[in-house]
């Protein structure tokens, strides 16, 4: 069973791979409750009517936020000739979040995930990003992960240059990252265009892989990052 759904506030029990989430109606509140690895998280929903989102977020809110940047290690090294382009698949983690919604507002009550972060640091020491961390193999067909741990992103990625180019890896700032999903996939779309042999750029695509995809809540909008741009330079090396 998915977890992913949306659900009107009322009585709402889910369980699936070892969470479950509840929530229960008193006269005057709600009772959220999510039991998961031995932890329980309690929240009182003050609401009339609303309902309550689960859906994948962007991957970079566990144990707590302390970065906006998502780094995909290949495990096995990309060769791009010149003035090529080619579109291929990673894998990136899931993290799933909780919201509620009411009178035309949205807000998130909790986030947990099935994957243990990892972050790493891309670029030098003193001046470089703190990333969430994850390993994929870049295939040319479509994987099959489970989708409560993991999402697939379709990557096109572009050698600009008149030289080839070797990628290891693929940075993003997860604040413009956008998330399709359904009951067995979770999907997001990006490019990188290489520019030289140490810099590129990416950014995420809005378009599901199929129809009936249904568009993520996003935990970072455009409204609660004002000064966003739509690209990001991986200026420390692919």
Request: glycine share 6%.
């Amino acid at each position: 069973m998915s977890l992913f759904g949306i659900y009107d506030l009322d009585e709402v029990e889910i369980e699936a791979d070892g969470v479950r989430i509840t929530l229960e109606r008193h006269p005057e509140h709600y009772i959220y409750r999510r039991e998961f690895g031995g932890n329980t998280v309690e929240k009182v929903i003050l609401s009339k009517k609303g309902r309550l989102v689960i859906n994948p977020v962007e991957p970079v809110n566990l144990p707590k936020q302390v970065c906006h940047h998502l780094e995909i290690s290949f495990k096995k090294r990309v060769i791009v000739e010149p003035k090529y382009r080619e579109t291929f698949f990673l894998t990136f983690p899931v993290e799933i979040g909780v919201f509620t919604t009411g009178k035309g507002d949205i807000e998130l009550i909790d986030v947990f995930s099935f994957v243990k972060p990892k972050y790493t640091l891309y670029g030098d020491p003193r001046n470089g990003l703190i990333c969430r961390y994850w390993e994929s193999e870049p295939s040319l067909s479509l994987p099959n992960p489970d989708p409560l741990r993991e999402g697939v992103m379709r990557l096109e990625i572009r050698n600009t240059e008149s030289e080839w180019v070797e990628v290891s890896r693929v940075v993003f700032n997860v604040y413009l990252m956008s998330i399709y999903y359904s009951d067995d996939l979770v999907f997001s779309n990006a490019e990188m265009e290489v520019t030289s042999k140490k810099v590129a750029e990416t950014r995420f695509l809005l378009s599901p892989l199929r129809d009936g995809m249904r568009k993520a809540v996003e935990i970072f909008t455009p409204r609660k990052v004002p000064g966003l741009t739509k690209r990001f330079f991986m200026e420390w090396g692919l």
